[in-house]
T-cell receptor, first 111, second 114 residues
């Protein structure tokens, strides 16, 4: 069964810093990997989706990389802002329909 | 496009009552809908997968008689928590998938059972 782990569980940084969130998964036979943002008590907002054949995806200040063979993905956030404060979830899709989620990294960006 | 709504956003009920949560795809036809549950500081756990017009497929450990799922149309799925108890209190999130196989998530429903 696919297991997804996210490190760190929580992170607090001052505004303007660049930061990296980590995601690892146990079964490298994945279909794609997706990063989501979740604000407190809210649903999920999709940030980036990387297909298994891709190495990275970029959207604005966000860059996600995928190393399928080692079972790792990173989400890089450049020039962090207080509005980036949220929980970031990594989800892996394997052969089935289901998404396998990590527990998330809770990010706080302080002014 | 690709908007999914859930209703209600919050519900508080007494122990032993049943609660129905609706999930709607507003601007696309969802051939498959998924129901997830999220406990505080935990990851989303898939409860069941439903295809329109078919019985839902439940994940291991999820009681199908307690969590009734109906997917009667291509835009609506419902989750009914029967005889709810305090341990059923959680955040329930649905997602919907059309032909492109991408899942679009609803805003979630916070259930509190007293």
């Amino acid at each position: 069964k696919q297991e997804v782990t996210q490190i760190p569980a929580a992170l607090s940084v001052p505004e303007g810093e660049n930061l990296v969130l980590n995601c690892s998964f146990t079964d490298s036979a994945i279909y794609n990997l997706q990063w989501f943002r979740q604000d407190p008590g809210k649903g999920l907002t999709s940030l980036l989706l990387i297909q298994s054949s891709q190495r990275e995806q970029t959207s604005g200040r966000l860059n996600a990389s995928l190393d399928k063979s080692s079972g790792r993905s990173t989400l890089y956030i450049a020039a962090s802002q207080p509005g980036d404060s949220a929980t970031y979830l990594c989800a892996v899709k394997d052969s089935g329909y289901a998404l396998n989620f990590g527990k998330g990294t809770s990010l706080l960006v302080t002014p | 496009g690709a908007v999914v709504s859930q209703h209600p956003s919050r519900v508080i009920c007494k122990s032993g009552t049943s609660v129905k949560i609706e999930c709607r795809s507003l601007d696309f036809q969802a051939t498959t809908m998924f129901w997830y549950r999220q406990f505080p500081k935990q990851s989303l756990m898939l409860m069941a997968t439903s295809n329109e017009g078919s019985k839902a497929t439940y994940e291991q450990g999820v009681e199908k008689d307690k969590f009734l799922i109906n997917h009667a149309s291509l835009t609506l799925s419902t989750l009914t928590v029967t005889s709810a108890h305090p341990e059923d209190s959680s955040f329930y999130i649905c997602s919907a998938s059309g032909r492109a196989d991408t899942q679009y998530f609803g805003p979630g429903t916070r259930l509190t059972v007293l």
